[in-house]
């Protein structure tokens, strides 16, 4: 309960500061999207996509969009990257920047063909808007990275059986 608080409280702030400091500008950094990118690569994939509905549906009542304008191309970026997340090393920074900058190049033309609901002038659309917002969410990711600590495992919060399942394989294999 405390990991949704906390990606709607930081889900909220991002959109605001987008708003505040990007608002004049054509090209403007997905923040929501690396949320639910980061949040969908700890999370398992339905999990990653309820986040990713949840946020979408905030997008769209803060801007006063119909709803689901954002909220499914959010939903579906965070299922693929749900997917996606199981064949890769999920820890890797790397990972991080290449899994937003992909789904943040998809989700403006999924949104693009929901509210237009043709693909005319899509490719100008791409060249314009999306490949900037993209370059630049994926540039404001590592801002995210470190302090998103969802789901990874600690080590104060293992359970005793499997603190002690972890000595008995270190004991087996000679690992002090």
Not at 51 to 76: Q, Y
Request: include cysteine; proline fraction near 6%; charge should be positive.
């Amino acid at each position: 309960m405390k990991t949704v608080a906390w990606l709607l409280l930081l889900a909220f702030a991002t959109e605001i500061l987008r708003y505040v400091f990007f608002g004049r500008f054509v090209a403007q950094p997905d923040l929501l999207v690396a949320i639910v990118v980061l949040a969908a690569l700890r999370l398992r994939p339905p999990r990653g996509a309820v986040v990713g509905l949840v946020l979408g549906l905030l997008r769209d009542l803060m801007a006063g969009n119909p709803m689901g304008t954002e909220a499914l191309p959010i939903t579906v970026v965070a299922w693929g990257v749900g997917l996606l997340g199981r064949s890769v090393y999920r820890e890797a920074f790397v990972t991080h920047v290449l899994m937003s900058f992909g789904p943040a190049l998809l989700k403006p033309i999924l949104t693009y063909a929901i509210v237009r609901g043709d693909l005319s002038g899509l490719p100008w659309y791409v060249i314009r808007v999306c490949m900037p917002s993209a370059l630049l969410t994926a540039l404001f990711v590592p801002l995210g990275d470190r302090s998103l600590r969802l789901g990874r495992n600690r080590r104060s919060t293992w359970s005793r059986s499997t603190l002690r399942t972890l000595r008995e394989y270190e004991k087996q294999a000679g690992i002090k």
